[in-house]
């Protein structure tokens, strides 16, 4: 008898414990801006501003094969820079939500970012993975800088899912590795490019008509260039009416990759 009321007061207090756990993550949770919905049949998130109720993030991505990602409601509880995943694989910018459940990047065959699957890569918008969920690395990295630990992910097939704005690309598998065509650092080849036509577009004549985007050029991968060029905006003004120094900012967002590319320049307005 002494035994079993031994017992009962252990599980009560397991439960009291498993109780006081779950109240103290969802009121972790309560204190987040997001809530990550998965939709493992259409491969797509959709990343959901608590307040507003409105999609701020909408991204492909790839779950697992058959199903393999598990559904139901979880919260993050760790984030790694790069981590080793299965198959002798790494991954960039991974947040775990479940176990050995990661959201991360496409696969590297080692860490170097030179060194993505290029095949894993084109299967974004498909079910690939183990059970991990795999994301371009603009949009994993945004994932891990703006979705705090403790935010609920929920993973599903129900859910109507807003489409991402950015297509789905597509690159070369002549080469087993190469870059991820979305990854933000300055050494990445599919960078588009934002420069002056020519150094001597710098000194401007006194009472010209000037236009900031006509000297100016862009380039990239995947976009073309009147498409590139809509994308650019202006910060600055040029007052050819009067003799001096005028400093100007470019920036280009690439809709295909969503890299950022900011130039400035000085241009003199000479006599």
Not at 21 to 29: C, E, P, S
Not at 46 to 75: E, L
Not at 77 to 105: D, E, I, M, T
Not at 189 to 205: A, I, N
């Amino acid at each position: 008898m002494k035994k079993s009321k031994k017992k009962l007061l252990i599980l009560l207090l397991l439960c009291a414990m498993s109780c006081l756990f779950m109240a103290h993550r969802d009121a972790d949770a309560a204190k987040t801006s997001y809530t990550i919905y998965v939709n493992r049949r259409s491969n797509i998130i959709n990343v959901v501003n608590n307040r507003t109720k409105n999609v701020v993030r909408a991204m492909y991505c790839s779950t697992g094969k058959r199903y393999r990602t598990p559904r139901g409601t979880f919260h993050t509880y760790q984030k790694l820079r790069w981590h080793a995943l299965f198959g002798g694989v790494y991954g960039q910018y991974c947040v775990r939500f479940r176990g050995s459940y990661l959201f991360h990047s496409v696969p590297y065959y080692s860490v170097n970012k030179k060194k993505v699957e290029t095949k894993e890569y084109n299967k974004l918008g498909k079910q690939a993975s183990k059970g991990c969920i795999r994301l371009a690395v603009v949009d994993a990295k945004w994932l891990y800088n703006n979705c705090k630990l403790g935010t609920k992910v929920v993973i599903g097939e129900s859910r109507k899912m807003k489409k991402p704005k950015r297509n789905l690309l597509k690159i070369s598998t002549k080469k087993k590795s190469g870059w991820d065509p979305t990854d933000p650092d300055s050494k990445n080849p599919y960078y588009p490019t934002l420069k002056l036509k020519k150094k001597s577009y710098k000194r401007v004549k006194k009472d010209s008509i000037f236009d900031p985007l006509a000297v100016i050029k862009v380039s990239s991968r995947f976009t073309d260039k009147e498409t590139l060029l809509e994308k650019v905006t202006v910060s600055g003004k040029v007052n050819t009416a009067k003799a001096g120094s005028y400093k100007i900012s470019y920036y280009l967002t690439d809709p295909a990759t969503l890299l950022r590319k900011k130039l400035t320049v000085t241009f003199k307005v000479v006599e």
